[in-house]
């Protein structure tokens, strides 16, 4: 067991269920080690703009790649393009390029309308909030360059994701509560417990950190809970670990998300 056995990181009897798990959560991210961002993105950009042709308004990529902290083990290459009409025959155009960005293990385009990605801030006040902070035009127009955020709306939708969140994590521990189940349940969720977690602070007018682990540690501070499993969590996902106490380390896992949860309906209530 991963429990009370703890493995000392480096040793070479290493658990070969953590070991399994770790491998899990790299490819889980969708990155190879060796990938050079830089290079994809100049790749895709041409096939992108030959399969939409006049339609293309906009190819952005957002999220990490977007900065300077991409990480080749574990972060994402995510791109959004913009089309002025997506007719079945314009997706079917897009089909090729599609399948060719992920069998090279990106995550899917998101693709919306101009129109829709204008009328869509209301739904998707976090998502389109994150693209508008942290993107980079690739081709076309920046589309995030006139659109506004309804940050009432924002609050919203903050709740309801984290409320759903956490009943869904709860569901899943229900329905496989063994260590491998859960070890993968914690590295598969973190990733999003933690932009929510960074959106509380936005929530409630502050800065939030580049990073999540020091988004973790400040909103700690700010709610009262001990971070530990959370940055236990990410050592593990990204490979800087591999001793854990699987039990305990979800204990706290859950326990904070609820804090954080009841935090954020009692601070935004009214607001």
Known sequence: ????????????????????QVEVAQVAVGNQKQIN??????????????????????????????????????????????????????????????TWWRERGHPALVIFTREELERAADVFAIELYDMKHRHRVLEGEDIFATLEIPMALHRIQLEH????????????????PSEDAVLNLMVQS??????????????????????????????????????KSFLEIYDLREGRSHALHVEETFRQY??????????????LEGA
Request: aromatic fraction near 6%.
């Open 37 to 98: 961002p830089e290079a994809e993105l100049t790749e895709l950009v041409p096939r992108l703009r030959e399969a939409a042709g006049r339609n293309l308004v906009s190819v952005i990529v957002y999220g990490s790649a977007a900065g300077k902290d991409f990480k080749r083990e574990y972060s994402d290459l995510n791109v959004l393009l913009v089309a002025n009409k997506l007719p079945l025959e314009g997706l079917k155009a897009l089909v090729s390029v599609t």
């Open 161 to 176: 994701e984290l409320r759903t969140s956490l009943l869904r994590l709860r569901q899943s521990y229900i329905a496989d």
């Open 254 to 267: 859950l326990f904070i998300i609820e804090q954080v949860t009841s935090w954020v309906d009692r601070k």
């Open 190 to 227: 973190i990733s999003s417990f933690g932009t929510l977690f960074r959106h509380a602070l936005i929530a409630i007018g502050q800065e939030p950190p580049l990073h999540r682990r020091e988004v973790t540690v400040k909103l700690g501070e700010l709610v009262g809970y001990d971070p």
């Open 1 to 20: 067991m991963v429990g009370a056995a703890a493995v000392v990181a480096g040793e070479a009897s290493v658990d070969s269920a953590v070991a399994a």
